[in-house]
């Protein structure tokens, strides 16, 4: 089998992030985002011969380039207060677990100058579910997939054809000042914006995640140097984010038309979801794009436990193909994907596709 060409940049630092699952409907769930996801990822990979490349500290700059300070301010701040407290034992709670959420209306007294005197309120500003729980290492985890995400960028901006960032927690659910599904800061916008501080004047982010990554939509959502495009299972069937990611969603002021939405109904396979595929890069020739970002979900596998669509093995490799077409420097930045066994196995089919390996 011809040895992955692009390498691979990783960081143990993933493994600060443990959230031991999370609260949906109320009810604690067991985590399908855990450390052993990260630890899988990157065994599959030396399995197939992958060179893996160490992520720099590169500080919170990065993360500081596509979110607001006060929230990340608050995400850094957050379990250490959470602790001081006193709320590992009163209620006896380890993680940090909005329990109140500041609803445009609800919140419409609120200040940025007044910010809530606790931080069991203060979480409830940025959080948009209890899924997404913060523990003592989260912050410096989450970190650490943007810093991956920004030097794979930073390996592509030098010249290598494509690098990929596998990296977790994934990214795509984090917006501007927001938090959730799994997500903390996000990675793939990082890599976006640190391509667009190297010099490169048009940008394209293409999303094949099973879910919409409304963080991503959000943060790019009134800019034209930053194409967003993604295909996901549509969220008028009832699915995550659940109020983005319809297909009359393009953007505004100077990103009007520089967001790309194709919403496909639960148990489409891989015919339709390629020919979204290659509708997808067509918009990105469209828009003129010197480089390419890839929100590399591959949640969208008919194995996976977390997404409706059915698309095969081979679909993945086809997606690579097509992923190839314009000839862009590349950036793939992990995103979902939830079959472990499998996880690996699948990325491994988009890049060596992209790659244009024949084994
Ligand atoms: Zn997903």
Do not use: K
């Not at 899924?131 to 943007?146: D, K, Q």
């Not at 984090?174 to 799994?182: D, E, K, L, N, Y």
């Not at 048009?202 to 800019?223: K, P």
């Amino acid at each position: 089998m011809t040895p992955l060409q692009m390498p691979v940049v990783w960081t143990e630092r993933h493994r600060g992030h443990a959230p031991d699952g999370g609260y949906w409907l109320g009810i604690r769930l067991p985590g399908d985002e855990e450390p052993e996801r990260g630890d899988t990822l990157r065994d599959q990979l030396l399995a197939a011969g992958a060179t893996l490349v160490d992520a720099p500290d590169l500080g919170v700059a990065p993360v500081l380039a596509v979110h607001e300070a006060a929230f990340v301010d608050c995400l850094r701040r957050a379990h250490a207060q959470w602790v001081a407290d006193g709320h590992l034992t009163d209620p006896g709670q380890p993680q940090v677990v909005p329990y109140i959420f500041a609803m445009p209306g609800f919140a419409a007294r609120a200040r940025p100058d007044r910010p809530p005197a606790t931080i069991r309120a203060e979480i409830g500003l940025y959080a948009t579910d209890t899924l997404t729980l913060i523990g003592e290492g989260t912050f410096a985890a989450a970190c650490a997939a943007v810093h991956a995400s920004a030097h794979a960028a930073a390996l592509v901006a030098g010249g290598l054809p494509a690098a990929y960032a596998a990296v977790r927690p994934p990214g795509h659910h984090a917006g501007p000042a927001f938090f959730g599904g799994s997500c903390y800061f996000n990675n793939a916008a990082a890599a976006a914006q640190h391509l667009r501080d190297s010099g490169v004047p048009r940008v394209a982010i293409v999303d094949i995640d099973a879910h919409q990554g409304n963080g991503t939509q959000e943060i790019f959502w009134a800019r034209g140097d930053v194409f967003y495009g993604s295909v996901h299972v549509d969220p008028a069937a009832g699915w995550y984010p659940h109020f983005a990611g319809h297909a009359d969603e393009t953007g505004e002021a100077g990103g009007a038309g520089a967001t790309l939405n194709l919403p496909l109904p639960p148990g489409t396979g891989d015919g339709p979801w390629l020919a979204a595929v290659q509708s997808l890069m067509q918009a990105v020739s469209a828009h003129g794009a010197q480089a390419l970002v890839v929100s590399l979900g591959v949640d969208a596998a008919a194995g996976d436990p977390e997404s409706p669509l059915q698309v095969s093995s081979d679909g993945f490799r086809a997606a690579g193909r097509l992923l190839a077409g314009p000839r862009l420097p590349t950036v793939f930045v992990q995103e979902g994907g939830y079959d472990l066994p499998h996880l690996g196995p699948l990325v491994l089919q988009v890049l060596r596709g992209f790659e244009g390996s024949h084994d």
